[in-house]
């Protein structure tokens, strides 16, 4: 965050991105980090104190950025809205939390200073009951230290003199870059004079996505930034004049006040530019995102060039010898990307905006694949002017973005239009003209070419209502054709109130000590460290002396051969020690015990983004550079990428099974209906904000290593890591302190980045360490396995299940790492909640040229509950019933038989149920969500509900059902130091296990610590995943505390009236082991696949939810309304992180079912490998109203003190999305007179929204026959 201080003196605060802003950009300014406003050593920012409390921290990792963003908001606007709030985080991402305690921590500095519950809140209860829900920690402001806004730090005095600053030309000399900053526009000038082909730059945020992205190194830059001239804003008669160098956010804030000034047709333009800011990038890049900026990327996803181009706005350019001119921004204007009018010379001083007419109209629209913070798939400008007093049109402008390379004007169709009165007979022709203007090969970058050109018509019916709505209140020329009021709903802009929220669960029993922390509700207990910033992860740490910086070198083919690889180049570069190849493994080359994969391959590349080599650099930008010149030259194989490929070339690897019960053919016999049926399941990229790190420091003695690697897995990458090095197991002590975010991540996928960094410091015996960055993990690490589901289905005419016959395809990628686990875990849970008697079960394990697919939160558990909703909403539409009365009907009930021949004991899916139908008020709901689609033809609400039964335990033969944890108990103090197996990733174990040993032990938290994780403490562990850390080594610290309280009895014994501290000063003296370790496994379980018999899972968690949605049938465009979700957790062992668990795994599993669409190219190179064009939820992406209760009366008989594992089971109950979004989708499609039985693929986005609502605008572009041309992405 960077303050400033303007002309009027006043300093504003804003919230920027620190990777695009070169250090250069900053002087003069004072910049602001996390550790400049509070700390726990001394005092707490209120921001930092807040978001701990409310929980608003997992795995810490994005919270600095939230911290920072909301302190911005803060210094500017002490008493902001809740809107206002939120819009703070449009550029925030958090991939733990799900957002909802973020924003609970900021409710007490709103204006509204309510809690969650919005205008339910307890202040504006008059008796202030509040029934059985609890008040959350926001309503009692007395838990807070005060807000004190003199405590905060001042802008630095050294900068205030900022004429200083800003009246010198400064120029900055690098190794590779000179970087002037001129401060009058004769400099810049000057400059650009002299420097033709020096870059200018103003916001960055553009240029510097380019450099890092590309690897552009561009000699001169100059920065317009600081350029009086260019910052100026000058209101006109019939204009306003905006400098080049405004930024966005400054631009909304004029256009906002002036639009007030004006009278309201003259500021048409003006609100159609504010709304369309609404929706560009977050405040981190409008804060420094300039107008010229966006106008000279030219782009094709230009938001305002669109706008700037139907408006006829003008722009003044200036160079040294030609004086200042002036040029439309028209077609002429833009030639393609990066190529307009404007010459080398030349720099844009100005843009200017004409006062729109009386009788003129003009809106902008925008569609993305996320609301917030996404760049345009389609844009558009569009405007009309009519003849005076009449509907006939005087001419037009319709301007449209993400078509072409820049932005595309349709000529003839506003030619065609002219004289044209404004009428329904206009839509048809315009969209024919609009098509033709428009044209879009099959092949076009960015794909999605249906979609796109439908997009294209229904943006100008959406205008072509508004306006008429216009013209029908404003009584112009002849009467409008009147707009039916269902059609209305095309016309409403999207708007949503401030998300609200309840969480209810019980609380702990009023005779429970005080010091028993088990039940309470406490946030994580490192939430202080992350909300500070002083969390340390693996890359924080400081630099040792010498130490090296790895580079990965990786395969740029599907499927080849090696013929050659050539590092001279790169061997040659400043600061390069080394490439490392296959010929440097001093051990296996092989991945062993993990899998067959080569840590570096040899002979043979099986996808794009395997690992070939690695660069060894004195620093990370050397190693980076280095690596981008190895040269590896290929003979290319035939390569296999998707899940159809493999079927039809029967590349499978082993390890698929048939899970049969009951008699399938009688099933099928008896059956009134035999339904077929196939969904889709993309994959998913995990999005841990931390990147893949490992930090590797050789002791120097015996071949020990200290590694520190974030991963889950610390026990197999020891063993991997000693294969590797060729050392015994017990040199390697691998050390994980906190994961910025694991989700199955980095289970075994973290050795890729591991294996590499041992090689290279064992080679050098030099410390070595390596963090990817986002696109290298994204193309690397593979993700969730891409699923094929195809069923026969056989049910009663009142639709009971009778038979199921699934067969489950699953797409591993190169190499099995998971995928044997992963498809079990599919097949297991293909049955979902329900019962059905007949049942065969095939898994089917695809090989292809893909990176390995990994573990992902609730391993292949999603992709199998997923098929079996599909199954029941499809016989549901066929049946022509609701859903819920099928769901109802064939739900598990008490000792129900799975197909693994497990019962469902302690069944609480019905308890779930009636509990939701209550909480959600779903019945009215429902009736009212079809009351809205029978009034609407262009918005479609829909409401589902979908239940959970969820296995929890690893599985197999049950050996990884086991933990040990390590206590001591220190004697001086009394205070007690826990390790464990387990690793912390911002699931809230390290803080359960304090409160399972303050339990145990009788003793405050604040007298428990866990360190850290660490193969030479707590050996042998197993993988933290499958939900069942906490029962494994919550059970495995109990038992060690119970064996210390052993130890401690006699002495409490002999001095009851003693303390805690006492008694271990007594055992110490009387010289007792304060030290021991606990073992848990878990009984019973363990499965055999071959018999189909054995104890599969060790308890079910169960849980359900409703969800509402409503879509906008023509742009694809959905929002949640609510969601109501009842889980049962047993009794939970922290209803605060439970809470936590349940809304963090909903939001990623509706980032699944909804806006993450991982795209591969034709030759299998993953096309979105970032945030910019892989879209993870963001703030404003949660359920308008977000309710979640725990099941009342839960208990777990065969869990630690009767609690149930969260981390995964709630992920699927994101299908209630999906479902809702089919569901309103089904109503659209009979307004059309279309099926409602119809296919739709995982994740729901608003492509296939759009495309499934099928309409006249869609009939327009069918389809092309697959395999008569090359599309711009395949799917997985
Ligand atoms: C996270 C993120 C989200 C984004 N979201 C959106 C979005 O929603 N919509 C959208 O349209 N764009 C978006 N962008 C793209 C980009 O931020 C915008 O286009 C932005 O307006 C560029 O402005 P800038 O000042 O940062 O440009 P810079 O990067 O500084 O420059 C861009 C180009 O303009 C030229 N230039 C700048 N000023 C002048 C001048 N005075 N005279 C001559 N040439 C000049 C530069 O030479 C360069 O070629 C996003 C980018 C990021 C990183
Ligand atoms: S807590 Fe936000 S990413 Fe982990």
């Keep these: 965050m960077k303050p400033r201080r303007n002309l009027n003196k006043k300093t504003n605060h804003y919230a920027i991105n620190a990777c695009l802003a070169p250090v250069c950009s900053l002087h003069g300014l004072a910049v602001t980090t996390i550790e400049g406003i509070g700390s726990s050593k001394t005092r707490l920012h209120p921001v930092q104190e807040r978001i701990a409390k409310a929980n608003g921290t997992q795995c810490g990792f994005c919270t ?57 809140c307890c202040r504006n209860r008059e008796s202030g009951d509040l029934g059985e829900v609890p008040a959350p920690a926001s309503c009692s402001p007395s838990a807070y230290v005060p807000e004190d806004q003199t405590q905060e730090p ?3 005095p050294e900068l205030q ?172 204007f833009f030639i393609s990307q990066r190529k307009t009018l404007v ?101 076009a970058p960015g794909g999605q070419v249906e979609y796109r050109r439908t997009l294209v018509s229904s943006f100008f019916f959406k205008f072509y209502l508004t306006v008429q709505l216009h013209l029908m209140q404003c009584k112009q020329g ?26 209810v669960y019980e609380d702990v029993p009023d005779d429970q000590s005080l010091d028993d922390a088990v039940g309470r509700p406490m946030p994580t207990m490192s939430s ?141 016999g008896q059956s009134d209906h035999v339904l077929e049926g196939e969904l889709r399941m993309s994959g998913q990229s995990h999005f841990y904000l931390e990147t893949h790190v490992t930090r590797a420091v050789p002791r120097g003695e015996d071949g020990e290593m200290e590694v520190f690697c974030a991963t889950q897995a610390p026990h197999f990458a020891q063993a991997v890591a000693a294969e590797a090095l060729g050392v015994p197991a017990n040199r390697i002590n691998i050390r994980v302190k906190r994961i910025g975010g694991g989700f199955g991540g980095k289970q075994t996928r973290a050795f890729v980045v591991m294996l590499p960094v041992l090689i290279a410091a064992k080679k050098f015996n030099r410390p070595v360490r390596c963090m990817l960055d986002r696109h290298e993990d994204m193309l690397i690490s593979g993700g969730r396995h891409p699923f094929l589901g195809k069923y026969k289905v056989g049910f009663s005419k009142e639709g009971r299940l009778e038979a199921l016959d699934v067969t489950l395809y699953s797409n591993a990628g190169h190499s099995t790492e998971a995928s044997v686990g992963v498809l079990d875990k599919a097949m297991v849970n293909v049955d979902g909640s329900y019962f059905i008697p007949n049942m065969r079960v095939t898994g089917i394990i695809c090989k292809t040229n893909l990176p390995s697919n990994a573990a992902f939160r609730g391993y292949g558990s999603p992709q199998g509950i997923f098929v079996s909703e599909n199954v029941m909403f499809d016989v549901a539409a066929y049946l022509d019933i609701a859903p819920l009365e099928l769901q109802a009907l064939n739900m598990y009930k008490e000792n129900g038989l799975t197909h693994y021949n497990q019962h469902v004991t302690n069944c609480n899916l019905q308890g779930c149920l009636d509990q939701l139908l209550e909480q959600s008020n779903y019945v009215t ?99 933290s995943g499958a939900s069942s850390c906490s029962d494994i080594f919550g059970m495995a610290v109990l038992r060690g505390c119970e064996i210390i309280m052993d130890r401690l009895e006699p002495y409490i014994d002999a001095n009851p009236d003693g303390a805690w501290e ?58 949640v309304r609510r969601t109501d979700i009842v889980m049962d957790v047993g009794k939970s062992l922290n209803p605060m992180i439970d809470i936590g668990q349940i809304e963090g795994a909903f939001l990623q599993g509706y980032g699944f079912v909804t806006l993450e669409h991982l795209k591969y190219s034709p030759e299998g190179s993953l096309l979105n490998r970032g945030p910019g064009s892989y879209k993870i939820p963001g703030c404003g992406d949660i359920p308008g109203v977000f309710n979640v209760s725990f099941l009342k009366g839960a208990s777990n008989p065969r869990a630690i003190y009767s609690s149930k594992g969260v981390g995964e089971p709630p992920l699927m109950l994101a299908a209630s999305v999906f479902y809702a979004i089919k569901d309103a989708i089904s109503s659209a499609r009979a307004d059309a007179g279309k099926s409602r039985t119809f296919r739709l693929d995982s994740p729901a986005t608003s492509e296939r929204i759009r495309m499934a609502c099928e309409d006249q605008f869609t009939k327009q572009f069918p389809p092309s026959e697959p395999g008569t041309f090359k599309p711009w992405f395949v799917n997985a």
């Excluded at 985080?89 to 924003?103: A, D, K, S, V």
């Excluded at 009021?485 to 609200?500: G, K, W, Y």
């Excluded at 496994?1081 to 949605?1109: L, Q």
């Design 64 to 120: 600095p950025g939230f911290v920072l963003s909301a302190y911005a908001l803060l210094r500017n606007k002490p008493k902001p809205s809740m809107k206002e709030v939120e819009k703070s985080f449009q550029g925030n991402l958090c991939r733990c939390t799900g957002y909802r305690p973020i924003l609970d921590g900021l409710r007490p500095f709103t204006e509204e200073n309510l809690c969650g519950r919005g205008k339910e």
């Design 154 to 156: 001042i802008f630095p």
């Design 528 to 668: 202080v460290q992350q909300t500070t910033g002083e969390a340390q992860y693996y890359d924080d740490m400081p630099c040792a002396d010498g130490e090296l910086f790895l580079t990965l070198v990786t395969s740029t083919k599907a499927h080849a051969k090696i013929l050659s690889i050539d590092a001279n180049e790169a061997l040659a570069m400043p600061g390069v020690h080394a490439f490392l190849c296959h010929k440097d493994v001093p051990g296996s080359n092989i991945k062993r015990p993990v899998n067959e994969d080569e840590i570096f391959a040899s002979e043979e590349v099986h996808c794009i983004g395997q690992v070939i080599g690695a660069i060894v650099a004195n620093s990370r930008i050397q190693s980076q550079r280095a690596a981008k010149k190895v040269k590896v030259e290929y003979k290319e194989l035939p390569a296999v990428l998707t899940i159809e490929d493999a079927i039809k070339a029967e590349s499978f690897f082993p390890g698929g099974r048939t899970i049969v019960k009951g008699d399938l053919d009688k099933g099928f």
């Design 1062 to 1119: 006492d008694w271990v000063r007594a055992a110490y003296m009387d010289r007792v082991s304060l030290s021991t370790t606990g073992f848990y496994k878990t009984p019973d379980v363990g499965y055999d696949p071959k018999t189909n018999t054995g104890m599969r899972f060790n308890y079910f968690t169960f849980g359900a939810a409703c969800t509402e949605v409503e879509i906008d049938c023509l742009t694809g465009s959905h929002v």
């Design 478 to 503: 002849q009467p409008a054709p009147k707009v039916l009021s269902s059609d209305m709903s095309a016309t409403h802009v999207f708007h949503r109130d401030p998300s609200r929220s309840t969480q």
């Design 925 to 1023: 709901r429902r009736t009212e969500v079809d009351v809205f689609n029978s009034e609407n033809r262009w918005k479609k609400r829909g409401i589902a509900i979908t239940p959970t039964k969820y296995g929890v335990s690893y599985g197999g033969s049950g050996f990884l059902d086991q933990g040990a944890a390590l206590i001591h108990v220190y004697q001086g103090d009394g205070s007690v130091l826990i390790t464990h197996g387990g690793t912390e990733m911002g699931q809230g174990l390290h803080t359960k296990l304090i409160q399972i040993a303050s339990r145990v032990l009788k003793i405050p938290v604040s007298k428990i610590h866990i360190s850290e994780t660490s193969t030479s403490l707590v050996p042998n562990a197993t993988v």
């Design 343 to 443: 010459q080398e010379k030349e720099v844009l001083v100005a843009v200017h905006i004409p006062y729109s007419k009386k009788n003129e109209y003009c809106y902008g629209y925008k569609q993305a694949q996320r609301r917030e913070d996404d760049v345009a798939i389609v844009n558009a400008g569009i405007r009309v002017l009519f003849q005076d007093n009449s509907n006939v049109i005087d001419n037009m402008s319709l301007v449209f973005g993400g078509l072409a390379t820049t932005s595309l004007v349709a000529h003839n169709a506003a030619k065609q239009a002219q004289g044209r009165r404004w009428a329904d007979d206009l839509v048809p022709d315009m969209c024919r003209w609009l098509a033709d203007d428009l044209p879009l090969s099959q092949d």
């Design 161 to 332: 003199l900022q004429h200083d600053f800003s009246s010198k030309l400064l120029v900055f000399k690098g190794e590779r870059t000179t970087w002037y900053r001129p401060a009058t526009l004769d400099q810049l000038l000057e400059l650009k004079a002299q420097y033709p082909e020096a870059i200018l730059i103003t916001g960055n945020t553009e240029i510097g996505i380019e450099v890092r992205a590309r690897n552009i190194c561009y000699p001169v830059v100059i920065s317009a930034r600081h350029v009086p001239e260019l910052l100026q804003v000058k209101e006109e008669d019939s204009q306003i004049s905006i400098g080049g160098s405004v930024t966005l956010s400054t631009l909304e804030e004029v256009l906002i006040k002036a639009s007030e000034r004006l009278p309201e047709f003259q500021s048409r333009f003006h609100v159609a530019i504010i709304e369309m800011l609404r929706w560009f990038a977050g405040p981190q890049i409008r804060n420094v995102a300039c107008v010229a900026g966006n106008i000279l990327t030219t782009r094709r996803i230009s938001d305002l060039n669109t706008l700037f181009i139907a408006t006829g706005c003008y722009v003044t350019l200036a160079s040294k010898d030609q004086g200042q001119r002036k040029l439309p921004l028209d077609h002429n």
